[in-house]
Structure formats: C-alpha cells, structure tokens
T-cell receptor
Framework: DQQVKQNSPSLSVQEGRISILNCDYTNSMFDYFLWYKKYPAEGPTFLISISSIKDKNEDGRFTVFLNKSAKHLSLHIVPSQPGDSAVYFCAASGNTGKLIFGQGTTLQVKP | EPEVTQTPSHQVTQMGQEVILRCVPISNHLYFYWYRQILGQKVEFLVSFYNNEISEKSEIFDDQFSVERPDGSNFTLKIRSTKLEDSAMYFC?????????????FGQGTRLTVV
C-alpha cells in the first residue's frame, strides 16, 4: 500500500538553512494532511497540518504547502536547527479518521 | 499538557502467549486508534474505536487481535497468540473528533518483542 510516499529516506542540511521535506500521495479522497516528527523510542509528535481546501499553512518556522493537482505536499523548516534532527512522517486522512503514513525522512541538521 | 500514556514501555513475550497493551487516551477524546511500526518500516494503521465498538480495522487486525475499553479511561489491545512477526512498536492514539480536521495524539509506544 503506497498511498503516501516519501521518496527521500534522508536529508542533511546545515544549521540556519532551509529544510524541505517532500511527500506524494495517490488517493484523491484524502482531505487532511499532517506532518509528524519522531525521535527514537518515542511516539510521533504532531507538527503541523493542512486541510485540502488550503494550499499553505504556517506555524512559526514550519510551513506546509499543498499542491492538490500534483498530489504533493512539502514541509519547509526555516531556519533549521540541530534540535530539528529527527524522522519526519507525512500522513494523510480521509473521512474515516485513520492516518496513512509515508515511510519517513530522516532529517539531520548539522551545526 | 494532556498526553496519551502507554504501558508497558517494553514487553517481551514467548511466541504463542497472550499480551495486553494498555493505553490511557486524552480524557476528552472520543476516537481511539492503534498503530504499529515494525522495525525499519512505516507506521501502519491497525484499528479505530469509537462509542465502544470498532469503527474500522486493517487487514493486519485479524482474529488474533482485539480491543477493549474496559472502563472510562483505559483502551487496550490484546494479541491472543503472539507470533514472531508481531514484534513491533505499538502506538496508541486518540482524537477529539473524527471528521473535523484535527490531529491525532500519539503515546510513546510499547515495544513488543516476541521470542
């Protein structure tokens, strides 16, 4: 089941620069998209979300962009900080509430 | 800040044994979920639960699995006869609403190791 894909398993950026994490989906019925951050041995922590009626949502250093026609969303982190180093999961949901997760992207922010 | 709590943090069990994983969702939440993550793989949906019944389950959630809300606070996942392939991190999550766009809050997980 590859309804949500994160094609980059890892990303390394310098502190202070922009991190861009990408996610693609295939199911047109998804109407809500979320990004979760996960540290080892912890549960996913909610970061930011976007409804399908919007194309952008911003919260501090984090911005999520949604391109419905391309079935693509991205998470921008500006400026990146070493504490942002974690695994980032993209997730999507439709009207049933269950989340379909991507494989995750490991972000490393170097000081 | 309210949080979802899970116990135990790590459970080791013999193949064929029954295990019960426990969760205390956030108190005003109405929708409860179990997910799992096998090492190196993505987080997968197992089951959703609302109003004391299963609202949706995945193919993974076969007859060996069951969920229960035995009282007003706990939400449990039981695996009747564990297999080696059940070894994974199991995450409980809860949401206040289902159809309104709200995020699910996850617990810290229970690492289940079947030997």
């Amino acid at each position: 089941d590859q309804q949500v894909k994160q094609n980059s398993p890892s990303l390394s950026v310098q502190e202070g620069r922009i991190s861009i994490l990408n996610c693609d989906y295939t199911n047109s019925m998804f109407d809500y998209f979320l990004w979760y951050k996960k540290y080892p041995a912890e549960g996913p922590t909610f970061l930011i979300s976007i409804s399908s009626i919007k194309d952008k949502n911003e919260d501090g250093r984090f911005t999520v962009f949604l391109n419905k026609s391309a079935k693509h969303l991205s998470l921008h982190i500006v400026p990146s900080q070493p504490g942002d180093s974690a695994v980032y999961f993209c997730a999507a949901s439709g009207n049933t509430g269950k989340l379909i997760f991507g494989q995750g992207t490991t972000l490393q922010v170097k000081p | 800040e309210p949080e979802v709590t899970q116990t135990p943090s790590h459970q080791v069990t013999q193949m064929g044994q029954e295990v019960i994983l426990r969760c205390v969702p956030i108190s005003n939440h109405l929708y409860f979920y179990w997910y799992r993550q096998i090492l190196g793989q993505k987080v997968e949906f197992l089951v959703s639960f609302y109003n004391n019944e299963i609202s949706e389950k995945s193919e993974i959630f076969d007859d060996q699995f069951s969920v229960e809300r035995p009282d007003g606070s706990n939400f449990t996942l039981k695996i009747r006869s564990t297999k080696l392939e059940d070894s994974a991190m199991y995450f409980c999550a809860s949401k206040e609403w289902q159809t309104v766009n709200t995020e699910a809050f996850f617990g810290q997980g229970t690492r289940l190791t079947v030997v």
